[in-house]
């Protein structure tokens, strides 16, 4: 009895240990990604020392492993992460990712490019897959011993885009809407086609031998009930937020339960893809659905759905560095066979020669459709074929799987994880670069004239603005040159040579402060409001004294005011600059937009 008790305390004490380590985990990856984008926020780095977030994770997870097996409390999270079953990161990581970039995407252009978004996340995945494949099994030689089924695997992980680095850079770029949407939207159907493969080949490579008419009517269940699965759940959801206003407790949790349940039951009840579940659960709310959010909900929906998916992205990309190191690195036959090295190397070529091939194939198809298609927007497309978090948990996923050869499993995760590494260190790190160089939406030099002359009016209008404030009663103890200090300069906008993007870089506010010596919120009024000149009775610096005669408030107020114990104001008398200023240039007319000047605006007088 004493044994028995004694072997269920140690259980138990492991357990919790186990808990215990893997929340630590979460809270450091939490505190490891506020880090990690301060560095990247700061504007001390020089921009050509910031990776992407998603690199920088892996690496920070990958340099944690070497430390996971040492004996401290650290050490212990950093172990929980080896021992994660990937399933957990399927069911509760991979949703918030789908969801969030979904939901975000602009459907009235997503609409306008459905048919080149489907026709790369179907056709353009099955030549991808059929040339991966072919190569892979004819030049990698090393390999050889494989059979078809693993050769599949393989690919259609490889098939998984996530183009969230290539996606930000080019909206910091000022790329329109029209190529981001596309690159977006053909990843995240990208994604579900690629998962429907994966399951189709684990199968396979597990010793399952379907027929077949099997794998069609698994392939149609997979992905036609899991589109129809999205779009009832969303429906539904719909149906739920119209009955409820203004419930934040009640509205955000129905569409928690709507991303996670539909991902949930469609994976593990109805055996479809949750992918393309939650796929397109995320289109139909951004359509129109999300609109029945009540008006004061939709930023704090907006909010928690940012947090979730950052929590999710930097968990996944932190545990896939730490697994990373711990099935490969520690995997000594592998690590140390340099031709494993060099494959990967020559995969990493091959991957963006099949994409370009892709893409060149269906160029002719997609130049009718949508908005048109170039070369230029061709080669964007393939070099922004990132792999990521979807292709790092399925490789996880094959590495849980025992029934599937172990020395596969191994050269699986190595590769794939090679691939994430190395598009998100070359292509994350260089799409500005590239696309720079591509020139692809040259900016209007028309377009760039008018602006460049609106904002020297601006600037011009602006100092003109600036004695008229200064002259007015209500502002006359403004500490002018700290307002001055803290406005932005239109002067130091930066135009970019190659977008219609521009950058300006005001001054920072803490820095301007920090400069400045602190002063009494009081201290810049005229020396007589503060009694030092002694006409009041008051001690220097003091606002009001209830022993002196009046109000020291008095010196602030403007001529004509007689008090509100004199029940008269006569606004007559206010300097207040009540005649319009002619700020202008002298082919324009000025009317300012004052209280009571109905006449707002600016009009042409000559050309």
Same mark, same amino acid.
């Given at each position: 009895g004493?044994?028995?008790?004694?072997?269920?305390?140690?259980?138990?004490?492991?357990?919790?240990? !186990?808990?215990?380590?893997?929340?630590?985990?979460?809270?450091?990856?939490?505190?490891?990604?506020?880090?990690?984008?301060?560095?990247?926020?700061?504007?001390?780095?020089?921009?050509?020392?910031?990776?992407?977030?998603?690199?920088?994770?892996?690496?920070l997870g990958f340099a944690f492993g070497t430390v996971a097996h040492l004996d401290n409390f650290l050490s212990h999270a950093f172990a929980a992460a080896e021992r994660t079953d990937p399933h957990l990161i399927l069911f509760m990581l991979l949703p918030p990712l789908l969801y969030e970039s979904a939901v975000g995407i602009r459907f009235h252009v997503l609409w306008?490019?459905?048919?080149?978004?489907?026709?790369? &996340?179907?056709?353009?995945?099955?030549?991808?897959?059929?040339?991966?494949?072919?190569?892979?099994?004819?030049?990698?030689?090393?390999?050889?011993?494989?059979?078809?089924?693993?050769?599949?695997?393989?690919?259609?992980?490889?098939?998984?885009?996530?183009?969230?680095?290539?996606?930000?850079?080019?909206k910091e770029l000022g790329a329109p809407a029209t190529l981001s949407t596309l690159i977006e939207g053909e990843s995240l159907l990208n994604d579900g086609s690629a998962f429907v493969l994966?399951?189709?080949?684990?199968?396979?490579?597990g010793g399952v031998t379907p027929t077949f008419w099997s794998v069609v009517g698994q392939f149609l269940q997979l992905v036609l009930g899991g589109v129809l699965f999205g779009v009832l759940t969303s429906i539904l959801v719909f149906i739920w937020l119209k009955i409820i206003y203004n419930h934040p407790l009640i509205e955000i949790p129905v569409i928690l339960v709507g991303v996670f349940g539909t991902f949930y039951v469609a994976e593990a009840l109805l055996h479809v893809s949750g992918v393309l579940a939650t796929v397109m659960f995320g289109f139909m709310m951004s359509n129109r659905f999300k609109y029945t959010l009540s008006p004061a909900v939709i930023e704090m929906n907006e909010a928690v759905w940012t947090q979730l998916a950052h929590i999710a992205e930097t968990v996944i990309f932190v545990m896939g560095g730490i697994i990373v190191y711990d099935k490969i690195i520690n995997h000594g036959d592998l690590a140390s066979d340099y031709r494993h090295w060099l494959w990967l190397l020559l995969l990493y070529l091959v991957l963006h020669l099949v994409r370009a091939t892709m893409v060149g194939l269906l160029e002719p198809l997609l130049r009718q459709l949508g908005y048109g298609f170039t070369f230029k927007q061709g080669a964007v497309l393939t070099y922004?074929?990132?792999?990521? &978090?979807?292709?790092?948990?399925?490789?996880?996923?094959?590495?849980?799987?025992?029934?599937?050869?172990?020395?596969?499993?191994?050269?699986?995760?190595?590769?794939?994880?090679?691939?994430?590494?190395?598009?998100l260190f070359i292509n994350g790190w260089t799409t500005s670069f590239v696309y720079n160089k591509l020139q692809l939406y040259p900016p209007d030099r028309f377009q760039r004239a008018i602006l460049r002359k609106t904002i020297e009016y601006l600037e011009e209008y602006a100092e003109r603005e600036w004695s008229d404030l200064k002259h007015e009663w209500y502002y006359a103890d403004?500490?002018?040159?700290?307002?001055? &200090?803290?406005?932005?300069?239109?002067?130091?906008?930066?135009?970019?040579?190659?977008?219609?993007?521009?950058?300006?870089?005001?001054?920072?506010?803490?820095?301007?402060?920090?400069?400045?010596?602190? &002063?009494?919120?009081?201290?810049?009024?005229?020396s007589h409001a503060h009694g030092a000149t002694g006409d009041?009775?008051?001690?220097?610096?003091?606002?009001?004294?209830?022993?002196?005669?009046?109000?020291?408030?008095?010196?602030?107020?403007?001529?004509?005011?007689?008090?509100?114990?004199?029940?008269?104001?006569?606004?007559?008398?206010?300097?207040?600059?009540?005649?319009?200023?002619? !700020?202008?240039?002298?082919?324009?007319?000025?009317?300012?937009?004052?209280?009571?000047?109905?006449?707002?605006?600016?009009?042409?007088?000559?050309?």
């Open positions: 004493n044994e028995t008790l004694s072997a269920s305390a140690v259980e138990h004490a492991s357990h919790s240990s !186990g808990i215990e380590s893997s929340l630590l985990f979460v809270i450091l990856c939490v505190l490891i990604g506020s880090l990690v984008k301060s560095y990247l926020a700061s504007s001390v780095v020089p921009e050509l020392a910031k990776p992407p977030y998603t690199l920088m994770l892996f690496l306008r490019v459905k048919e080149q978004v489907i026709i790369l &996340a179907s056709v353009g995945v099955i030549i991808a897959l059929v040339l991966t494949t072919i190569i892979f099994r004819y030049v990698f030689v090393s390999y050889s011993s494989w059979s078809l089924s693993h050769v599949l695997l393989l690919s259609s992980i490889l098939c998984a885009t996530d183009p969230v680095a290539v996606v930000a850079a080019l994966f399951l189709l080949f684990k199968d396979m490579a922004g074929g990132l792999r990521g &978090a979807v292709s790092l948990t399925l490789g996880l996923l094959v590495e849980s799987d025992l029934n599937i050869d172990r020395d596969v499993r191994f050269v699986v995760n190595f590769h794939v994880a090679g691939i994430v590494f190395m598009t403004a500490d002018w040159p700290k307002v001055r &200090a803290i406005v932005p300069d239109f002067r130091n906008i930066q135009m970019s040579k190659t977008s219609p993007a521009f950058s300006m870089h005001p001054p920072s506010i803490s820095k301007i402060y920090k400069s400045m010596t602190p &002063a009494f919120v009081f201290s810049t009024l005229p009041d009775g008051g001690s220097p610096g003091s606002f009001y004294d209830s022993s002196s005669s009046h109000d020291r408030r008095s010196s602030r107020r403007p001529p004509g005011y007689r008090g509100p114990d004199s029940g008269n104001y006569a606004p007559d008398t206010v300097p207040y600059s009540a005649v319009p200023h002619s !700020g202008l240039p002298p082919h324009m007319n000025e009317s300012p937009a004052r209280p009571g000047n109905n006449n707002a605006g600016l009009t042409r007088t000559g050309s």
